[in-house]
């Protein structure tokens, strides 16, 4: 379509957002905060949004998701603004994504793909680019079998392309599954890597510290503070991707390693979690989890309960393993006098009332107050953290090794194979279990193991 005197030339680097709410428990739960972050969502794409608006929906339509009269309200807004994309803040079926762009002549693209946009345009390293172009395929194959409706085209007889009678959906199929296979197998060695990594430094009796948080709650302007280590941080979403480690000194003169990871956000991508898996084992990893939250935020509950999520379903994917957890209170400096005050008195009562394990922390990274309350709360908490080892002893040994163990902290089980080498896994203090983790086994090496 041309631009007509009342019409605009469409850009692609302008949007349109749209965030639909289903039904009134979604318009509660979600609100102005979600819109925000829709918009924060299609800004950190580099795209200038020229509107945005919640959509209630009463109905799904198979077709184009919303009713035919937003369809034709929203193809005169793009033409009206000149808007070359619409991004819709749910998941859209190809069909749906496909009808949309032929009815508002703009390219559509729902959540899911913007986020794998963002993390695209953020992984500077070779693991996050894997990890995202992994993501991605694994997004195009949900999608293959419902994009391709003229299954009809045929390939018969193509040689290496594929057998007599193959279809273009069966070709397609069958590349993405290829390649997929090719980047899990690149990213074993990067887990297995990342794995030698952590068994040195619990070798060295250096507990393991994990930010995270709610993408742009600032973790990552707060690994900076802590650690000089001049990571990028933006007031923008997901402005980290790859993660980073190094050593914090502490009040006490020990030292930890501390890792900034990616953001978590609602509704993450299931092909982001799995895809992140190498990155994401640092979490379970770990011996002691900092909640860094924006605690200035008006969603700020909302948001702990999804990074809580997040949690809880990477420990069920780890077998249970879950650190302590210790809230970091973040952006305080933000907050009107009377707030703030409130907020400092309810984190000083938790820490003199022990009202739990590890109460929180409030602070604001950017000016740096709080920092020494935090880092001795940091102290307490990762020297106090038990780590759980599993180490085989030969037969000549096991009985004095044993005792070892068992006298630095608690056997959780253990077994003996029929040449008489001693297996057991056991629960001990950081620094205690440095001494056995030389008896940890190697990761096995996934080039190895193909052979």
Known sequence: MKPTPETAPKDLNRAIVLRPLSGAADVARDGEARLLEAVGLAQALGLDVAAAEAAPLR????????????????????????????VVDGALSPTQQRNLETDTQAKVIDRTGLILEIFGLRAQTKEGRLQVELARQEYERSRLVRTWTHLERQ???????????ETQIELDRRSIADRIVKLKRELEEVRRTRGLQRRARARA?????????????????????????GVLAKNMLFATLDPTARQVKLPSGRAVIMSDTVGFISDLPTELVAAFRATLEAVTEADLLLHVRDIAHEDSDRQKSDVLAVLAQLAKDAGGKSPPVLEVWNKIDLLDAPTREARLRRAQAAQEGAQSALPPVAISAETGEGMDALLGAIDRAAFSATRVITVTLPPDDSGRVRAQIAAAGKILDESTDEHGHHTLRAELLVEDAARFAPLEPVPEDPRQAAE
């Open 155 to 165: 390939r018969g007889g193509l040689g290496k392309t594929g057998g007599p009678g």
């Open 205 to 229: 009796g250096l507990p393991a510290v994990v930010l995270v948080g709610y993408t742009n709650a600032g973790k990552s302007t707060l690994f900076n503070r802590l650690t000089q280590a």
């Open 59 to 86: 109905q799904i339509s198979p077709r184009t998701f919303f009713g035919s009269g937003r369809v034709e309200r929203l193809k005169q807004q793009t033409e009206e603004l000149g808007v070359g994309v619409v």
